[in-house]
């Protein structure tokens, strides 16, 4: 069975940091590309940043560019969002998710999601 755990997530003050982790199981993890989305209180969900399969391919959303890193570790079968220079307009619940080889920022190509983790940015 496929899973996804977040983790990482808190309260912080703007311009803080914060890492985000998500721990997979029940798949070969290195044959998955991940990506993270978010969620803010009355928005819907949208696209954060994504990696490729190997790591070698990134990609981000606009509103995140420069602050936010996506890595992973296939070793360790974890990928992370690093969040660096919060702004209280990060506030909201961040999802990773999974999908065979191709990356994309795109929701409706993922299957595999995890359950979320709170972050909120106090201004």
């Known amino acids: 069975q496929v899973q996804l755990v977040e983790s990482g997530g808190g309260l912080v003050q703007a311009g803080g940091s914060l890492r985000l982790s998500c721990a997979a199981s029940?798949?070969?993890?290195?044959?998955?590309?991940m990506a993270w989305f978010r969620q803010a209180p009355g928005k819907e969900r949208e696209f954060v940043a994504a990696?490729?399969?190997?790591?070698?391919?990134?990609h981000y959303a606009d509103s995140v560019k420069g602050r936010f890193t996506i890595s992973r570790d296939n070793a360790k079968n974890t990928g992370y969002l690093q969040m660096n220079r919060l702004k209280p307009e990060d506030t909201g619940v961040y999802y990773c998710?999974?999908?065979?080889?191709?990356?994309?920022?795109?929701?409706?190509?993922?299957?595999?999601w995890g359950q979320g983790t709170q972050v909120t940015v106090s201004s």
């Open positions: 998710a999974a999908r065979p080889w191709a990356v994309s920022s795109s929701q409706a190509d993922f299957g595999s």
């Open positions: 029940g798949l070969t993890f290195s044959t998955r590309a």
């Open positions: 990696i490729s399969t190997g790591g070698g391919t990134t």
